[in-house]
């Protein structure tokens, strides 16, 4: 199964769930059968790190971004990936525009009905804020991963 988180710019909330649900996995002892991604709707950052600040605060809670890097959702990822996150309902908006209309029903928000709020322009509390409804959201997303990886 393959797993691709997209958030602005691919800089905070994106990798933020990418990182957290990669060491989910990793826990669950799933890492040979899940691949996590994570790209952003537009190519501000494209080949730069999470944000210093999305990486301190995901490293204090064992989690390391520092491998990863920015790049931008391909036409190609809608093929290519089984489930694509969403993390607000603007990102959901650009990914159903640009999505073919056969693969609509991998596309899901992180949190039905609710943002991830972007932390990027805010203080410390944001990025805290950001990992603590990534943690549990991305609990709930195993369970369903899990699930799909039943049913094939």
């Given at each position: ?107 899901r928000m992180l949190i039905k009905g609710h943002d991830i709020p972007d932390p990027y322009y805010g203080g410390p509390e944001g990025f805290d804020r950001v990992l ?21």
């Open positions: 199964m393959k797993v691709l988180f997209v958030c602005t710019g691919n800089i905070c909330r994106s990798p933020t769930a990418a990182g957290v649900f990669t060491e989910l996995v990793r826990q669950a002892g799933l890492e040979d059968s899940v691949q996590v991604e994570s790209a952003g709707t537009h190519d501000y950052h494209v080949g730069q790190p999470p944000d210093e600040r999305a990486q301190a605060h995901a490293r204090q809670r064992g989690y390391d971004l520092s491998a990863l890097r920015a790049r931008q959702v391909r036409r190609r990822d809608f093929a290519e990936f089984d489930l694509i996150v969403a993390m607000d309902r603007g990102h959901l908006e650009i990914l159903q525009d640009n999505c073919p209309p056969e693969q609509q029903g991998k596309l603590d409804m990534v943690e549990a959201a991305c609990l709930a997303l195993l369970d369903i991963a899990r699930e799909r990886m039943r049913n094939t």
